[in-house]
Every structure is written in structure tokens, then in C-alpha cells.
């Protein structure tokens, strides 16, 4: 059974760092795009950040040169560094896959959409 287990979450003062990881297990891919979102209490899920196939990167402009997201494609692990943190950037953090890549020769992509359960993270003032 796939599963995405995230870690790094914590309680910061507002300036700190942190960073997120989450990694697949029980399946090996050799390519993953995958992204980070987060919830805040009583507000909807919204897009943080992703990384693709090619590695290109993409992030929310609420922490676009705060934020960055890498991944280990040998370790299905992809990670979110996170400075210059502010009290309104305390959410629950999911990440999401989106596509994979089986191993192996004629190796192939194919979407494929999983959450993880979220980590939480809380700056403080």
C-alpha cells in the first residue's frame, strides 16, 4: 500500500525555519511530481508549492522567496525549506503526488493523484 508520510512539522517563533519532508513508501518510483499545500483553521486548502518532472518549481507568491521545494528521486522524498517564517504561514501541510514514473527500461509517467496525512506547523509572534 502507497503512502505518503510527511515529518518536519513543529511550533517556530516567527523568523525560524523548518523544513518538511515527505516520503512515498511502499512503492519505488523513479520520477515524481509532487507538491506541498496547507490548511489554515477554518480556511480551505490552498497551493503552496510543486515540483515537476523536469524540476521545475513553482510557489504560492504568499511565500515565493521564503519557500523551497527540492526532491531526492533515489529516496521518493521531496522536501519544503521554509525561512523567514510568519505567524500567518501556521496550517497543517499536505503534500500531494501527482504523477510517477515506473523503474526500469520503457519506464513511464502516469498521473496519479494521493495525499498525505499533514504535518503541522505553528509560528508564533
Known amino acids: 500500500q502507497v503512502r505518503l508520510v510527511e515529518s518536519g512539522g513543529e511550533s517556530v517563533q516567527a523568523g525560524g525555519s523548518l523544513t518538511l519532508s515527505c516520503e512515498i513508501s511502499?512503492?519505488?518510483?523513479?520520477?515524481?511530481?509532487m507538491s506541498w499545500h496547507r490548511q489554515a483553521p477554518e480556511k480551505d486548502r490552498e497551493f503552496v508549492s510543486r515540483?515537476?518532472?523536469?524540476?521545475?518549481?513553482t510557489y504560492a507568491d504568499s511565500v515565493k522567496g521564503r519557500f523551497t521545494i527540492s526532491q531526492d528521486v533515489a529516496k521518493n522524498t521531496v522536501y519544503l525549506q521554509m525561512n523567514s517564517l510568519k505567524p500567518e504561514d501556521t496550517a497543517m501541510y499536505y503534500c500531494?503526488?501527482?504523477?510517477?514514473?515506473?523503474?526500469?527500461?520503457?519506464?513511464?509517467?502516469?498521473?496519479?493523484?494521493?495525499w498525505g496525512q499533514g504535518t503541522q506547523v505553528t509560528v508564533s509572534s
Open positions: 500531494k503526488i501527482e504523477a510517477v514514473k515506473t523503474c526500469g527500461y520503457g519506464g513511464y509517467w502516469y498521473a496519479r493523484y494521493q
Open positions: 511502499g512503492a519505488r518510483y523513479c520520477g515524481n511530481e
Open positions: 515540483i515537476d518532472r523536469n524540476s521545475k518549481t
